[in-house]
C-alpha cells in the first residue's frame, strides 16, 4: 500500500512558475507508475501527466505540453509536477495518483493551485 501527500500548491500570477510535490509512504513506490490529475470547480478530474516506474516514459495531456514537467526520484519516494508558463485556465485542485498503467489506486489529499490573470 502506498500513502501519498501533496504538497507546493500556491498562488501564482500568469506567467510564473511551480513546482509541486509528490510524497510516498511505502518501500513498493519505485514499482508503481505515477500520475498527476486536476480538478477545477465543478468540472471532472482530468489527467494532467504521468511517468513509468522506472522514469523512463511521460506522458502529458496536450493542454500542458511543453510547459510542464513531471519527473520522479525513486530514492526519495518523490514524485515533482514542474509547472512553467502558468495560465488562469491552470487553476485547479491538483491530485498525484500512484497505480499500474492507466489504473490508478492510490491518491494524494490534493494541493491549491491558482493562477491569478
Known amino acids: 500500500q502506498v500513502q501519498l501527500v501533496d504538497s507546493g500548491g500556491a498562488l501564482v500570477q500568469a506567467g510564473g512558475s511551480l513546482r509541486l510535490s509528490c510524497a510516498a509512504s511505502?518501500?513498493?513506490?519505485?514499482?508503481?507508475?505515477m500520475g498527476w490529475f486536476r480538478q477545477a470547480p465543478g468540472k471532472e478530474r482530468k489527467f494532467v501527466a504521468a511517468?513509468?516506474?522506472?522514469?523512463?516514459?511521460?506522458v502529458y495531456a496536450d493542454s500542458v505540453k511543453g510547459r510542464f514537467t513531471i519527473s520522479r526520484d525513486n530514492a526519495k519516494n518523490t514524485v515533482y509536477l514542474q509547472m512553467s508558463s502558468l495560465r488562469p485556465e491552470d487553476t485547479a485542485v491538483y491530485y498525484c495518483?500512484?497505480?499500474?498503467?492507466?489504473?490508478?489506486?492510490?491518491w494524494g489529499q490534493g494541493t491549491q493551485v491558482t493562477v491569478s490573470s
Open positions: 495518483g500512484a497505480g499500474i498503467g492507466h489504473t490508478y489506486n492510490y
Open positions: 511505502g518501500r513498493t513506490f519505485s514499482t508503481y507508475d
Open positions: 511517468i513509468r516506474w522506472s522514469g523512463g516514459t511521460t
